[in-house]
């Protein structure tokens, strides 16, 4: 199966810094998105972004399909966004509903005031 | 609008034992996958509800199964609980249609003794 590798492992960072997370995937993908999962697990969606650059206010995403990475940008960092960043990407299209995600191993975040 | 809302919260059981979560899609949404988090990975694909039949399966034992209602509600069984099924279970749903975005409720930490 596909492999999703993100980068670096962890982060600290001061409050105020910019930071950019790297997620490598080994084959092409139909899907990609970027997920904050806070304190207490909740996943939160960042972007959906299979090709292309997306922005949401201090937090931007590119995905440069063709050579198979996808970058997190987080600009003017805040406590707030400490946490577990995870990159999960769809391989194959299953069209009867659809289709899973694999995961990477995530990139811990921590913003200290 | 309400979104992915997943009950419990928490739940501790002991070892042999059977288990049930529940998870109520986002509105609108008709398509449920239950991922299984360890400690320190990323979700792991169980398995995804459509039109009220198993669509897709990951690479998990029987001892895991489900189920999916009318309204779109699903429920995750786990019966002959082993320590290893110690994780947070998290669902998401979906619209049916290849490899569109997926969206996560707050988990459920279930605790094997």
């Known amino acids: 199966g596909i492999q999703v590798e993100q980068s670096p492992p962890d982060l600290i960072l001061q409050e105020g810094a910019n930071s950019t997370l790297r997620c490598n995937f080994s084959d092409s993908v139909n899907n990609l998105q970027w997920f904050h999962q806070n304190p207490w697990g909740q996943l939160i969606n960042l972007f959906y972004?299979?090709?292309g650059t997306k922005q949401n206010g201090r937090l931007s995403a590119t995905t440069v399909a063709t050579e198979r990475y996808s970058l997190l940008y987080i600009s003017s960092s805040q406590t707030t966004d400490s946490g577990v960043y995870f990159c999960a990407v769809v391989r194959t299209i299953y069209t009867g509903a659809n289709s899973k995600l694999t995961f990477g191993k995530g990139i811990t975040l921590s913003v200290r005031p | 609008d309400a979104g992915v809302t997943q009950s419990p919260t928490h739940l501790i059981k002991t070892r042999g034992q059977q288990v049930t979560l529940r998870c109520s899609p986002k509105?609108?949404?008709?398509?449920v996958s239950w991922y299984q988090q360890a400690l320190g990975q990323g979700p792991q694909f169980i398995f995804q509800y459509y039109e009220e039949e198993e669509r897709q399966r990951g690479n998990f034992p029987d001892r895991f199964s489900g189920h999916q209602y009318p309204n779109y509600s699903s429920e995750l069984n786990v019966n002959a609980l082993l320590l290893g099924d110690s994780a947070l279970y998290l669902c998401?749903?979906?619209?049916?249609?290849?490899?569109?975005?997926?969206?996560f409720g707050p988990g459920t930490r279930l605790t094997v003794l």
């Open positions: 998401a749903s979906s619209l049916a249609g290849g490899a569109l975005e997926q969206f």
């Open positions: 509105s609108g949404h008709d398509t």
């Open positions: 972004i299979p090709s």
